[in-house]
Every structure is written in C-alpha cells, then in structure tokens.
C-alpha cells in the first residue's frame, strides 16, 4: 500500500524557518512535488524535484523555499525560510510513477505564519 505521510508543519513567526519532510511508503516515485493550499484558494504548486535531482521552485518561493529528496530513504523535504502569512496554507506532498502514470498525495500539514 503506498502512503504518503507529511510532518514538520507548526505555527511560526514571520521571517521564520519550517522544514517539511514526506515519507513515502509502498514503492518509489519518479517525479515528487509539494503543493499548497489555502482557505478559499485552489491548490497550487509549490515545488518539484525528479528522481535524478533537478528541481523547480515557483516563482513565490524562489530563494526562499528549496526541495530536495533522499531516494535511498524514500523521503521528500521542503526547506522554507524567510516565511510570509501569506505563506500559511496546507502543504502536501505529491509523487508520481510514469510508466504507467500513477499519482499520490500526503494528507496534508498544516504551515501558519504569523505577524
């Protein structure tokens, strides 16, 4: 049975330091996201990384967010300085097999950045 299991969310102050971890569970992943959500926003991309290690930040996070992956321990993390409020939302974790395609999502932590 693959899971997708998230930790390391928690409250913080702006300007704050948080570091999300996935494990993954069941078999291993090709691509390997983090997306977020928001109340009353759709769910967005945060940030992605193949299974060889090449990674792309969005726009909001550059500089600030970096992902990054342990294939050995089938684990995904998001480092995330400099947090904003507008940073608060649900991030969850997302992982992908290609041939043939398959996706899978965490249940979600929760990231709130207060002022």
């Known amino acids: 049975q693959v899971q997708l299991v998230e930790s390391g969310g928690g409250l913080v102050q702006t300007g704050g330091s948080l570091r999300l971890s996935c494990a993954a569970s069941g078999r291993t992943f090709d691509d390997m996201d983090w997306y977020r959500e928001a109340p009353g926003k759709q769910r967005e991309l945060v940030a992605t990384?193949?299974?060889?290690?090449?990674?792309n930040v969005v726009d909001f996070g550059l500089g600030r967010f970096t992902i990054s992956r342990d294939n050995a321990k089938n684990m995904l993390y998001l480092q995330m300085n400099n947090l904003k409020p507008e940073d608060s939302a649900v991030y969850y974790c997302?992982?992908?097999?290609?041939?043939?395609?398959?996706?899978?999502w965490g249940q979600g932590t929760q990231v709130t950045v207060v002022s």
């Open positions: 990384i193949t299974r060889g290690g090449t990674t």
């Open positions: 997302h992982a992908e097999t290609m041939s043939p395609f398959f996706d899978y």
